[in-house]
């Protein structure tokens, strides 16, 4: 079945940098958009940014755009979310996510998304 495993959260200073990153398994990873969210306490589920199967097109939130990168690396079927200059409101779990079918464009909304992972805490500290 169908896994998605994050890892490197942690504890960060605001201006920093993290790498989190997602281990897929259970499905062909190279055919699949793959996205990131976040949730922060008592807010609701957000997108981040999400990645095409070549890893050529990407697509970010607002909030994040400048400062975070996704990229994926279809030889070790990972998905990794690179943070610069993270803030304080940058705090959350996040979670990395399948593409729920296989399309041409870059899916953004989270019902576009068919399985999770389990998540991984970022804490910016200021």
């Known amino acids: 079945q169908v896994q998605l495993v994050e890892s490197g959260g942690g504890l960060v200073q605001a201006g920093g940098s993290l790498n989190v990153s997602c281990a897929a398994s259970g499905f062909t990873f190279s055919i699949y958009a793959m996205g990131w969210f976040r949730q922060a306490p008592g807010k609701e589920r957000e997108f981040v940014a999400a990645?095409?199967?070549?890893?050529?097109?990407?697509y970010y939130s607002d909030s994040v755009k400048g400062r975070f990168t996704i990229s994926r690396d279809n030889a070790k079927n990972t998905v990794y979310l690179q943070m610069n200059s993270p803030k304080s409101e940058d705090t959350a779990v996040y979670y990395c996510?399948?593409?729920?079918?296989?399309?041409?464009?870059?899916?953004?909304?989270?019902?576009?998304?068919?399985?999770w992972g389990q998540g991984t805490q970022v804490t910016v500290s200021s």
């Open positions: 996510a399948q593409d729920n079918r296989i399309r041409r464009w870059i899916p953004t909304m989270r019902r576009d998304f068919g399985s």
């Open positions: 990645i095409n199967t070549s890893g050529r097109s990407t």
